[in-house]
């Protein structure tokens, strides 16, 4: 996989082509309006409570923040209003650059990441720090595709990635030992007839790599580190990513539909199907 640098943002069938392969989309100024009042907003932010979530969450389909500790903001409204313009000006940038994508996809939520990753403390399935593939357990995606933009707002430090070979090779090599048994095996046999199937075998695929040591230890390895004032793009339930430090990161998550794809067949659902046809 390679880390694709974008110096000139313009609508180009190679960034297409790059996502759906396994890249990630580099580029070295956020190419979003994104303004620094905003950015020390949020970087002041610090929560407390052990009680709090993850992240900082603003759902646009519901104009709504979640997430955050109520004795680190003073102002709630600010945070929204930060949140939702943080929110518009990514999706401005997606519809512009990747219209092919935004045309008919499902918009979802954009978060704050303000706490440092690096020995943060996390409930096992939580943690970040472990290579994984995305999937969501409250808004399953039925085989269309999780696209994530990320910005580094720290002022001085960058945010650590690791990555590792994407999921054709991933479930060549693992799904079968995951659970899935192919179009008559049995187990995961109605993968493709019922609604959720695909999700939860995704559900249950990303906690599977979290937990297996082997691939954890004997993967292909790629580190990548994103400066301040950076943002990247990537497909997270075709890359399996971790993140090994950093803090202050803003995310913005759409879901595209897989017949949206320059290439449908690199979309999961289509892999494990043609995984399924084979056996």
């Given at each position: 996989m390679e880390l694709v640098t974008?110096?000139?943002v313009s609508q180009a069938p190679e960034l297409y082509r790059a996502l759906e392969a396994g890249n990630l989309l580099f580029f070295p100024r956020i190419p979003f309006d994104l303004p620094e009042e905003s950015q020390a907003y949020l970087r002041g932010i610090a929560q407390t409570s052990q009680a709090f979530h993850k992240n900082i969450a603003y759902r646009p389909g519901q104009d709504k923040v979640t997430g955050f500790d109520d004795k680190s903001v003073?102002?709630?409204?600010k945070?929204?209003?930060v949140l939702r313009d943080f929110s518009n000006s990514a999706l401005d940038f997606l519809r512009r650059v990747f219209p092919r994508y935004m045309e008919s996809c499902r918009i979802d939520y954009a978060s704050f990441r303000g706490v440092e990753e690096e020995g943060r403390d996390l409930s096992f399935k939580k943690r970040n720090?472990?290579?994984h593939i995305d999937a969501?357990?409250?808004r399953p995606t039925g085989g269309d595709l999780i696209l994530r933009t990320f910005a580094n707002i720290h002022p001085s430090r960058s945010r650590v990635w690791l990555t590792s070979d994407p999921f054709a090779p991933l479930a060549r090599q693992y799904a079968a030992d995951a659970g899935w048994r192919g179009a008559s095996g049995g187990g995961?046999?109605?993968l493709f007839t019922r609604r959720t199937a695909y999700d939860r075998f995704m559900l249950h695929f990303h906690d599977y790599l979290k937990s297996n040591s082997q691939y954890q230890e004997s993967c292909a390895k790629y580190r990548w580190e994103f400066p301040p004032g950076s943002a990247w793009m990537v497909f997270t339930d075709i890359v399996p990513h971790a993140v090994l430090s950093g803090q202050h990161a803003l995310e913005q998550t759409v879901i595209v539909r897989?017949?949206?794809l320059?290439?449908?067949a690199s979309a999961p659902v289509e892999i494990l199907k043609s995984l399924g046809a084979t056996r």
């Amino acid at each position: 996989m390679e880390l694709v640098t974008v110096e000139q943002v313009s609508q180009a069938p190679e960034l297409y082509r790059a996502l759906e392969a396994g890249n990630l989309l580099f580029f070295p100024r956020i190419p979003f309006d994104l303004p620094e009042e905003s950015q020390a907003y949020l970087r002041g932010i610090a929560q407390t409570s052990q009680a709090f979530h993850k992240n900082i969450a603003y759902r646009p389909g519901q104009d709504k923040v979640t997430g955050f500790d109520d004795k680190s903001v003073a102002d709630p409204e600010k945070l929204h209003s930060v949140l939702r313009d943080f929110s518009n000006s990514a999706l401005d940038f997606l519809r512009r650059v990747f219209p092919r994508y935004m045309e008919s996809c499902r918009i979802d939520y954009a978060s704050f990441r303000g706490v440092e990753e690096e020995g943060r403390d996390l409930s096992f399935k939580k943690r970040n720090d472990l290579l994984h593939i995305d999937a969501f357990p409250t808004r399953p995606t039925g085989g269309d595709l999780i696209l994530r933009t990320f910005a580094n707002i720290h002022p001085s430090r960058s945010r650590v990635w690791l990555t590792s070979d994407p999921f054709a090779p991933l479930a060549r090599q693992y799904a079968a030992d995951a659970g899935w048994r192919g179009a008559s095996g049995g187990g995961l046999a109605s993968l493709f007839t019922r609604r959720t199937a695909y999700d939860r075998f995704m559900l249950h695929f990303h906690d599977y790599l979290k937990s297996n040591s082997q691939y954890q230890e004997s993967c292909a390895k790629y580190r990548w580190e994103f400066p301040p004032g950076s943002a990247w793009m990537v497909f997270t339930d075709i890359v399996p990513h971790a993140v090994l430090s950093g803090q202050h990161a803003l995310e913005q998550t759409v879901i595209v539909r897989r017949d949206a794809l320059l290439t449908p067949a690199s979309a999961p659902v289509e892999i494990l199907k043609s995984l399924g046809a084979t056996r």
